[in-house]
């Protein structure tokens, strides 16, 4: 049979079920479905003598949309609502839900899509043979409160101690696990993954505690970090104070060393040219400036020599003051290790 592209829209889902053999194969569970649907699919099979679809040889690919469509009285999802305790299940409203399917193999797959519950929601995927088995997941996302007050006094009994040792930490109010539908429409086997939901809801509750420890850690690592710049920062002010003061008390010891230098100069000049011009004739003369000559001399010797004694000072003076610095900065390391 050569592809076929339908277009179907506004349908009754009841009347169509009940209508067309192929939507008791491929959806049975429209049978206690009440409202509209849409549809559009590519199709193709290979006929049988009668002219009839062989199921096996069916592919189609396409997709649904629902208006308002309502599920009750359906065998499987109320066994379901009983076995996940979830009583929303027993009447299930798909409003305005777009899905995309494909047949092939003797089998429907359904690409996942979102059931909203009263409380949460289901995500729906997998498959329906056209033997009527079943293989699908619902991954459930539902409030604890959804359980009674089993789990929820379990969670706050466990938040409450860790409370009492000052943690305080804010559980997920959402459960996460999944429900695993097998066998047939008639006689499904269902599987709920209400274990691994209490797991999560106590995983939630050490996740949040290490969280909770976890930003106690970095409150106080910031803290210390904190401190321990500040001593750091102090240190070096100090250091810095020590150096700058090291350094003023050097300035002012050359200054005045070059002062009494060049008082010494200016004095042993002085006195050579007293002598000079004192002296009468020509060989007292000589004498005279011979001696004003080394007079300046010794001055000169004797300002270097001021000057000298100044600079190594000066240089102890800063030397004993970058080491008295350097010890401040490295007892602050020392301590905030």
Do not use: C, H
Not at 258 to 267: L, R
């Amino acid at each position: 049979m050569p592809l076929s592209s339908f277009v179907l829209t506004n349908l009754d889902i009841n009347k169509t079920w009940k209508a067309f053999e192929i939507m008791k194969k491929v959806a049975p569970i429209a049978k206690n479905a009440t409202g509209k649907f849409s549809t559009s699919f590519d199709y193709n099979s290979t006929l049988d003598k009668a002219m009839t679809p062989v199921w096996k040889t069916v592919n189609a690919k396409g997709s649904l949309k629902t208006a308002a469509v309502s599920i009750v009285g359906s065998n499987l999802l109320n066994q379901v609502a009983e076995i996940s305790k979830i009583a929303a299940f027993k009447k299930v409203n798909l409003n305005n839900i777009a899905l995309r399917f494909k047949i092939a193999d003797g089998k429907v797959t359904t690409e996942p899509f979102d059931i909203k519950l009263d409380q949460g929601k289901a995500t729906v995927s997998g498959t329906t043979g056209l033997d009527q088995t079943i293989d699908y997941t619902m991954k459930m996302q539902v409030p604890r409160k959804v359980f009674g007050n089993v789990a929820n006094d379990f969670v706050n009994s466990v938040t409450g101690k860790i409370a009492q040792a000052g943690v305080k930490v804010n559980p997920s109010e959402m459960l996460k696990f999944d429900i695993k539908i097998g066998g047939t429409f008639t006689k499904p086997i269902i599987k709920t993954g209400l274990r691994d939901a209490a797991n999560s809801a106590v995983a939630d509750v050490k996740g949040a505690i290490k969280d909770e420890i976890n930003k106690k850690k970095e409150e106080v690592v910031a803290t210390v970090k904190e401190e321990v710049n500040k001593a750091l920062d102090d240190a070096q002010k100090k250091a810095d104070a020590l150096i700058a003061e090291a350094q003023k008390q050097a300035n002012n010891i050359k200054a005045e060393a070059k002062k009494a230098g060049d008082k010494v100069i200016s004095e042993a000049d002085a006195q050579g040219k007293k002598l000079i011009a004192e002296a009468k004739n020509p060989l007292t003369k000589i004498a005279a400036e011979k001696t004003a000559k080394k007079l300046n001399s010794e001055a000169k010797d004797k300002a270097a020599k001021l000057n000298k004694e100044a600079e190594d000072k000066s240089n102890t003076l800063i030397n004993k003051a970058k080491a008295d610095g350097d010890k401040l900065i490295q007892d602050a390391r020392t301590k905030a290790k």
